[in-house]
């Protein structure tokens, strides 16, 4: 069989995290009962018009100089036309000959060492509602509080050779959405799809092949089931002595195969022209420097200051920076208690095994950083001990109790009074005359022994130095 590679390029919707639609009013909020985030505007009513909403703007020119593009001054909205149930206008509002923003890149790492994929460009948009199949009944809804949503899609150059490289360049992009705080990227919500458009060819020849595009493809997993599903496919086919059509085809993640939707359009079949009721957009440069002075330390950055200033290990400062909701907790925690390595083996050790007990994620269940900072204060300034700081962690997990109060009533702080510690530890030198005797007569192994059992009398809430200081002292008088 021929030697063949793969090419791909991707098709990425962020939907925006503004608190209204693109063009009226709305709530662009996840959720709520069907048809209730819908007005005139949106609904495609006759004789509406539209009212741009500024922060789409600002959110995309933000996105645009993350990504490393030139910001194309002077843009404005053209007219996708085709018919679709969940499209109540018969046409989307997007950007075809002047998107907002060009020729940016992204800097990937992968198995095979680092790479940059070529963005060719960004557009805004308006999303699309949604149909809701009845398998029952075998009808269709449609639900109209997605139309209208603001999207941008991020359109990358053909730059792609393998899976790895497709889901690296995703994390990045989620990341560094998250972080401008632009959109939450939550793909199980569908705020973040991807179409990949994937032909094979024989490796060393220039020409592509012919590309298949699959659809709003909702996680990383199922992207590289996909991608590996069709470059086999297609492959089969070409070495079959078939062609490939130019088509969309639909991913099913269950049975783990792609399926025809329908024949592959292009530019001209959707007949763009200039939206007529939308003004051009001009972008002064005065705004774009407000905005990138605006742009807020991202993740690749806070990693690198993570492991400078603050001497976390590259592990710790990845999966920290690996999510926002991370970094709030991490960073209140250090503002609370100066301690940046303990916070970190915090984090990791115990409060991300909570998540993943409890099968939730910081982003869906805050947690409350500058508590968790003060736990650390508490385990290391002795007033709890270490198991006492995890029941606690734990209890602001659950009820997001205030942890020295919490402390208080359920009784474990640390006993540091030698007044009410010495007569538990002379209950337990009683009570163990042989350890006591093997000890006096040179076994030192015996203190490990005797140290245990006071603090298990002691139910852990004293100091371990103390209690072994007060045993030295106890048994030297004996002997």
């Known amino acids: 069989m021929k030697d063949y590679e793969m090419v791909i390029g991707l098709e990425v919707h962020c939907e925006l995290s503004t608190e209204t639609k693109i063009f009226c009013g709305c709530s662009a909020k996840f959720g709520g009962a069907p048809n209730t985030h819908v007005c005139e505007v949106c609904s495609g009513m006759p004789g509406t018009l539209p009212t741009l909403n500024k922060k789409v703007v600002e959110f995309a020119v933000k996105a645009g100089l993350a990504l490393n593009c030139e910001i194309t001054r002077k843009n404005k909205f053209d007219r996708k036309n085709y018919f679709y149930p969940d499209l109540p206008k018969a046409y989307q509002i997007s950007q075809l000959y002047l998107p907002i923003c060009r020729n940016g890149h992204v800097d990937i790492e992968t198995s095979s060492g680092k790479k940059s994929i070529g963005i060719h460009e960004i557009h805004m948009e308006e999303d699309a509602g949604k149909l809701i199949h009845d398998e029952d009944t075998g009808m269709t809804r449609v639900d109209f ?3 209208g949503v603001p999207l941008l899609e991020i359109v990358s150059e053909p730059d792609f ?16 959405m998250q972080f401008l705080g632009v959109s939450d990227c939550k793909m199980q919500e569908g ?3 991807a179409d990949v458009n994937l032909s094979v060819r024989e490796r060393g020849t220039e020409k592509f092949g012919t590309r298949t595009e699959m659809k709003n493809i909702a996680s990383f997993k199922a992207i590289e089931r996909a991608i590996e599903y069709e470059r086999e496919r297609q492959i ?16 099913d993640d269950e049975k783990e195969y792609t399926y025809a939707m329908r024949s592959k359009e292009d530019a001209q079949d959707y007949k763009y022209f200039p939206d007529p009721d939308l003004m051009p957009i001009e972008i002064s440069e005065e705004y774009l420097e407000s905005v990138r002075e605006s742009l807020p330390e991202l993740a690749d950055a806070k ?19 690996g999510s926002v909701a991370l970094v709030k907790i991490f960073e209140d925690a250090c503002a609370e208690c100066d301690s940046p390595k303990d916070v970190s083996s915090w984090i990791l050790t115990d409060l991300l095994k909570l998540y993943n007990d409890n099968q939730t994620t910081p982003e869906d269940k805050p947690y409350d950083g500058k508590k968790l900072g003060t736990v650390i204060k508490m385990v290391s300034g002795n007033k709890v001990n270490r198991k006492s700081g995890k029941q606690i962690l734990g209890a602001i997990f659950e009820e997001d109790v205030d942890p020295e109060k919490y402390a208080a009533d359920n009784n474990l702080a640390i006993v540091n ?5 010495e007569p538990i530890v002379k209950g337990v030198l009683d009570s163990n005359p042989k350890a006591v005797s093997e000890y006096l007569a040179g076994n030192t192994k ?12 002691l139910k852990g809430k004293a100091d371990p130095m103390t209690v072994k200081a007060m045993i030295e002292d106890l048994l030297s008088k004996m002997g």
């Open 145 to 147: 509080n997605r139309c």
């Open 161 to 176: 050779r393998s899976a790895e490289e497709v889901t690296a360049y995703l994390a990045k992009l989620r990341d560094t």
């Open 191 to 193: 705020s973040m799809r």
């Open 236 to 251: 089969d086919l070409i070495e079959a002595g078939g062609k490939v059509v130019q088509e969309t085809r639909r991913w």
């Open 303 to 321: 990693r690198e200051r993570y492991m400078n200033d603050l001497g976390l290990s590259e592990y710790d400062a990845g999966i920290i920076t």
């Open 417 to 421: 009074d030698t007044g009410a510690i």
């Open 446 to 457: 015996n203190m490990q022994f005797l140290i245990g059992q006071s603090m298990r009398a």
